[in-house]
C-alpha cells in the first residue's frame, strides 16, 4: 500500500545528524529562545524573503499572534474561507473575535476578491487569507486587514509585504514539517515583530514584567534545531513534490484535480470525486490510501454553526467530493508510477 505520507522516511534522512545536534543542545544547556531559534529563524526568513521571523509553539498560535498583533479582538468579525482547517477559525475564537465563513472558489478552493466583498458586513475588520493545499490564493482588494494561513504553502509565496503577516506551521507533515507543533510569522513590519516577540513569552519585556497580557508560545531550541536542518533540503523538496503532481495530472487528466499554479507547493495532491467513496474504495484496492482534507466545511462544523456564516455552497462541495492522494518527497519512483497507474484507471 503506497501511503498518503510517511513520516518514518523523513524522520530517517535526518536522525544521525539531530542526534549530534540535539547531544550538543542537551550539554549546553540552553533550551528556550536560544542560538538554535534565533539562527532558524534568520534562516527561514531568508527563504521566504521576509524582514522578520517569530518562531512559535504551533501554527494556530502563529494565526492567533498574529491577529492579536494587528489589534483584533472581542466583537471583531473576520472572514474566513468556509472551506479550510479549523484552526483557521479557532484562532479567530481565541482572540475575542467573530469567525465569519465565505465561499471559495470551485477551482482552487481558495477565496477571492469577490467572495470577501459578498462576505463582509459593516461589522468586518480583517479578512485571513487561505492558501490551501499548498495554492498561492490572489490576496483580496481590499481595504481590509488581511493576514495570511500558509500553513500548506512553504514555497508557494515569493511577497511577503503584500499583506500584514503570514503564519506558517510546522506540523509534522507539513512541506516544512518539525518533531512536534511548531510554527512562525512572517512580516515586513519592524512593529509587529517586536509586538509578537512579546506576545510569545508572557508580554514580557524584562524578568517578570509584563507589559502586555500574553500566554506562553515559545518554540524550544529542539524543535529549531530539527527544523533547520529539514530546511536545507526544503527546496528540493517542494520541487519533488511538483513533479509528483505533474505526473499524476498527466497520468489522469480525466479527473477534477485542484487548479494548477506554477508556484503550487502541493503540501497535498487533491482531486474531487461526486462518488468519493467508490473512488476511495478503487484506490485502496490498487493499493494506494488515500484521506480527506477536509469532510466538513466550517459552516457544518458543530462548534462553529451557530456564528453568522454567508452560504458556501462551493466550500460545502469541495467539503463532500475531496480526496487527497499520496504525495510526499520521499516516494519512490515506483510507487509514483503505481499511483500513476490506479489514478489513470479511476472514473471521474
Not at 487561505?130 to 483580496?140: D, F, K, N, Q, T
Not at 484506490?283 to 462548534?303: M, W
Request: hydrophobic share 45%; aromatic share 6%.
Amino acid at each position: 500500500m503506497v501511503p498518503v505520507v510517511d513520516l518514518s522516511r523523513r524522520g530517517q534522512r535526518f536522525a544521525t545528524e539531530f542526534a549530534r545536534t540535539a547531544e550538543r543542545i542537551a550539554a549546553g544547556g540552553s533550551f528556550l529562545l536560544g542560538a538554535e531559534l534565533s539562527a532558524f529563524e534568520a534562516e527561514f526568513s531568508t527563504w521566504v524573503g521576509a524582514q522578520h521571523c517569530v518562531a512559535v509553539s504551533s501554527g494556530a498560535s502563529a494565526l492567533q499572534l498574529a491577529l492579536t498583533a494587528c489589534g483584533i479582538g472581542t466583537g471583531d468579525e473576520v472572514l474566513v474561507p468556509a472551506f479550510t482547517a479549523v484552526p483557521t477559525a479557532s484562532a479567530v475564537v481565541a482572540v475575542g473575535a467573530l469567525p465569519r465563513a465565505i465561499d471559495v472558489d470551485s477551482g482552487t478552493a481558495c477565496i477571492t476578491t469577490e467572495s470577501v466583498e459578498r462576505g463582509r458586513t459593516a461589522q468586518t475588520k480583517a479578512v485571513v487569507v487561505v492558501h490551501l493545499y499548498g495554492y498561492p490564493a490572489e490576496i483580496p482588494d481590499t481595504e481590509l486587514l488581511v493576514i495570511e494561513d500558509a500553513a500548506q504553502a512553504h514555497g508557494a509565496l515569493c511577497d511577503p509585504g503584500r499583506s500584514a503577516a503570514t503564519a506558517y506551521s510546522f506540523y509534522p507533515t507539513k512541506n516544512l514539517g518539525g518533531i512536534g507543533d511548531g510554527g512562525a510569522i512572517v512580516t515586513e513590519r519592524v512593529e509587529l515583530d517586536q509586538r509578537l516577540r512579546l506576545l510569545r513569552s508572557h508580554g514580557m519585556t524584562s524578568q517578570y514584567v509584563h507589559e502586555l497580557v500574553s500566554q506562553n508560545f515559545r518554540m524550544s531550541e529542539l524543535e529549531a534545531a530539527w527544523l533547520r536542518l529539514a530546511l536545507t533540503e526544503l527546496s528540493d523538496d517542494v520541487e519533488r513534490r511538483r513533479r509528483i503532481v505533474k505526473a499524476y495530472r498527466n497520468a489522469a487528466p480525466h479527473l477534477r484535480w485542484q487548479s494548477g499554479h506554477a508556484r503550487h507547493a502541493y503540501h497535498l495532491a487533491v482531486f474531487r470525486s461526486l462518488n468519493r467513496d467508490d473512488a476511495r474504495a478503487q484506490l485502496d484496492s490498487s493499493g494506494v490510501a488515500t484521506a480527506v482534507h477536509y469532510p466538513l466545511a466550517i459552516t457544518q462544523q458543530p462548534a462553529y454553526r451557530a456564528h453568522a456564516h454567508g452560504p458556501c455552497p462551493q466550500a460545502e462541495r469541495w467539503a463532500a467530493e475531496c480526496i487527497s492522494v499520496p504525495c510526499f518527497p520521499e516516494m519512490t519512483a515506483a510507487e509514483v508510477e503505481h499511483v500513476c497507474a490506479a489514478l489513470a484507471d479511476l472514473h471521474g
